[in-house]
């Protein structure tokens, strides 16, 4: 008799035991998950100036990432023609190499006479 009070004490035990790790688990994965995002600022609005000559074309003012901060590529004239700057790709967010990276999202610049995409990237801080 005495043996299965222990026995029924020890089982108690260990139940209680994996009842309450069980729930900790729970709360560790239940525990919010902040992804920290430097988002871009809005377009910023352009008045466009006459052209100053034939056979220029303007490329619209931008946003870019460069040295860990959004630029304003101010819009300019070019020689040549210039493309209507191509939609915004639709990107897949990987998940974060670790919680010391923000995310910055693909863009496009004009650069070497062509709109270029830059894909979106995490950046450790």
């Given amino acids: ?3 299965k009070l222990q026995s029924n004490r ?8 994996s009842v309450l790790f069980s729930l900790g688990l729970g709360l560790a994965e239940a525990q919010p998950v902040v992804i920290m995002e430097r988002p871009m600022p809005a377009v910023r609005v352009e008045v466009v100036p006459p052209p100053p ?3 220029v074309s303007w490329v619209p003012g931008h946003w870019v990432w ?10 300019h004239y070019v020689e040549g023609v210039v493309p209507p ?3 915004e790709v639709v990107e897949t967010r990987p998940v974060a190499p670790s919680p010391a990276h923000f995310w910055v999202k693909g863009h496009w610049d004009w650069e070497g006479g062509q709109w270029i995409w830059h894909p979106g990237v995490w950046i450790r801080r």
Wanted: hydrophobic letters at 65%; aromatic letters at 12%.
């Fill in 85 to 87: 700057m191509p939609v």
């Fill in 1 to 3: 008799m005495l043996a």
């Fill in 53 to 55: 000559r034939v056979g």
């Fill in 66 to 75: 460069r040295g860990g901060a959004w630029f304003w590529a101010r819009g």
């Fill in 10 to 17: 020890i089982l108690s035990k260990v139940l209680v035991a």
